[in-house]
Structure formats: structure tokens, C-alpha cells
């Protein structure tokens, strides 16, 4: 059964940077495409960041989030630099074997984290 184990949430200030952490295990068989979701208070939960078919950014965190992959610990991170108010949510790691897609739905995900909460304060 697949699992993703995240870390490194936190509080922080506005400017200030994170990185999240998120290993893979249970998983036997091809590479499974992974990536970032984050869910803001009061709104559905929207893709940050993936590795498929290229990278992906979404246009709210292009040139402060990078997302890098490392194959051989089965890890995915993602740093994130220059932190607004409008980035406090709860951050996903997922996957899913849509190789061939640059983005990925939420409905098909194949496995969740258990989220970790980024707070930016002001």
C-alpha cells in the first residue's frame, strides 16, 4: 500500500521560507508522478507543484516554489521561498500515474499525505 509521510510544516513570516518533505513508501512497480496540493481555509484544494510530464507550477507560486525529486530516497520536497499570507494552508503530497500529464486532478490521486498546515504571518 502506498503511503506519503510529510514534514516541515510551521509558522513563519511574510519573506520568510520552508521546505516540505515527503517520502514515499509501500510502493512496488513503475515511478509514480508526485506533486503538491495545498488547500487554503474556506476553498478546495488546488495542485502547487508536480513532476509528470515536466514540471508544473501553478501561475500563484511560479519563480518562489521549487519542486525537486529524489528518485533513489523516494523523496519529493518542496521549498518554498519569499512566503505571502496568501500561501497559510494546508499542504498535500500525492501521487498518481498520470506520467503523461503535466497536471493532475485531485480526483485522481492515487495516494494522499496526512498534510502538513503552513502559516504565514504577516
Known amino acids: 500500500q502506498v503511503r506519503l509521510t510529510e514534514s516541515g510544516g510551521g509558522v513563519v513570516q511574510t519573506g520568510d521560507s520552508l521546505r516540505l518533505s515527503c517520502v514515499l513508501s509501500?510502493?512496488?512497480?513503475?515511478?509514480?508522478?508526485m506533486g503538491w496540493f495545498r488547500q487554503r481555509p474556506g476553498q478546495e484544494r488546488e495542485l502547487v507543484a508536480r513532476?509528470?510530464?515536466?514540471?508544473w507550477y501553478a501561475d500563484s507560486v511560479k519563480g518562489r516554489f521549487t519542486i525537486s525529486r529524489d528518485y533513489a530516497k523516494d523523496t519529493i520536497n518542496l521549498q518554498m521561498n519569499d512566503l505571502k499570507v496568501e500561501d497559510t494552508a494546508v499542504y498535500y503530497c500525492?501521487?498518481?500515474?498520470?506520467?503523461?500529464?503535466?497536471?493532475?486532478?485531485?480526483?485522481?490521486?492515487?495516494?494522499w499525505g496526512q498534510g502538513t498546515t503552513v502559516t504565514v504571518m504577516s
Open positions: 513532476e509528470g510530464a515536466g514540471t
Open positions: 500525492e501521487a498518481d500515474n498520470r506520467w503523461r500529464y503535466r497536471t493532475v486532478a485531485a480526483s485522481r490521486v492515487v495516494s
Open positions: 509501500g510502493h512496488s512497480g513503475p515511478n509514480l508522478a
